[in-house]
């Protein structure tokens, strides 16, 4: 196997090996922080829905979900590393990794803002099809007939979804939601290489930190006036979020990736909910058959991940969160 190229320095890995466990895993107490996370994450981009529809912009949202979110990310590094919180790899590394984040998610929000919510769900999850793509051509890594097959796979079931009949059908919401998802694998190609030297919440915590100044230089055109009830959605948005990462951090520190990965498809599940009692809106039959082919591609993909390359499992949810899965 052709070793690949690492986007930060080799002589940083060799300060900090992998943590062990302090403890015994416990996985039923893991599958459920993650379901509980799943639920707080289409929380959080139903509020972004609701928001938007209000006249919330994106970069509003953004900008929030980011602020209120910050106390959350802060107190999980703390509580975790202590004052250890300056990060180990090149600062640039985390800059990029921000950058990277916050075009994620203001694409993430405009394809929950266009497309009903289990349909951006759905497409969301795609994350794991382009990292593939995007592992082969710019690290040049070797990609087998299983994992070509699995992307093909997933492409299908985004096409089924996206059927002539239906109202996503080469819309701007389809566009946007994919391009978010192609983005939020950039950002999990960053995340390979520097998760190898920080911990996930000084991870979080650098990118909730940096991302705020240039966000905040944004609201000077942004923001707008809100009123009582948009200042509490748009707290509910942020905590949330927040609140997420958090449980994912758990949830992996708990039990083992094998088990609670999967629970992350979960959160179709409450954007279906979500989008029937707030929109009416309920799935097409094709929106099913779709989402259950990208979840096969997406699971497949981590698992010859984890079997071929002994390399941890990347998990869409974790990446559109924000967090450094």
């Known amino acids: 196997m052709t070793s690949r190229p690492t986007l930060v320095s080799r002589g940083s890995l060799s300060r900090r090996g992998p943590a062990p466990r302090p403890h015994a895993d416990r996985p039923l107490y893991a599958i459920t922080l993650r379901l509980l996370a799943m639920l707080m994450l289409a929380t959080t981009y139903a509020i972004g ?3 938007v529809e209000r006249g919330a912009n994106l970069p509003e949202i953004v900008f929030y979900r980011q602020l ?15 004052l250890a919180v300056m990060p180990r790899a090149p600062l640039r590394t985390h800059a990029t990794r921000t950058a990277l984040g916050m075009t994620g998610m203001l694409f993430n929000y405009g394809a929950v803002a266009l497309l009903p919510l289990a349909e ?63 983005v939020t694998a950039l950002v999990a190609i960053v995340l390979r290489d520097l998760g190898r030297i920080d911990e996930a919440p000084v991870i979080v915590f650098w990118f909730t930190l940096l991302s705020l ?30 609140v997420a990462q958090l449980l994912m951090t758990a949830s992996l520190k708990w039990g083992p990736v094998s088990i609670v990965i999967p629970m992350d498809y979960s959160q179709m599940i409450w954007a279906t909910w979500a989008g029937w009692l707030f929109w009416a809106s309920w799935p097409l039959p094709s929106t099913w058959v779709g989402a259950a082919l990208i979840a096969v591609s997406g699971l497949y993909i981590a698992w010859r991940e984890r079997v071929r390359r002994g390399a941890p499992i990347v998990s869409p ?6 967090r450094s899965g």
């Open 68 to 82: 209120f979110a910050f106390p959350i990310a802060a107190i999980g590094a703390f509580a975790t590393v202590g």
């Open 120 to 182: 951006a769900t759905s497409i969301g999850f795609t994350m794991p099809i382009f990292a593939t793509i995007l592992s082969a051509l710019l690290l040049r890594e070797r990609t087998g007939i299983h994992r070509w097959s699995a992307v093909a796979l997933g492409f299908a079931g985004v096409v089924i979804m996206a059927h002539p009949e239906s109202a996503n059908f080469a819309s701007w919401g389809l566009i946007v939601a994919l391009t978010g998802a192609l």
């Open 49 to 51: 829905k609701i928001l």
């Open 213 to 242: 100044p240039p966000l905040g230089l944004l609201m000077l055109w942004f923001a707008q006036p809100h009123g009582a009830l948009d200042w509490l959605l748009l707290l509910g948005l942020g905590v949330s979020g927040g």
């Open 317 to 322: 949810a974790e990446d559109r969160a924000g």
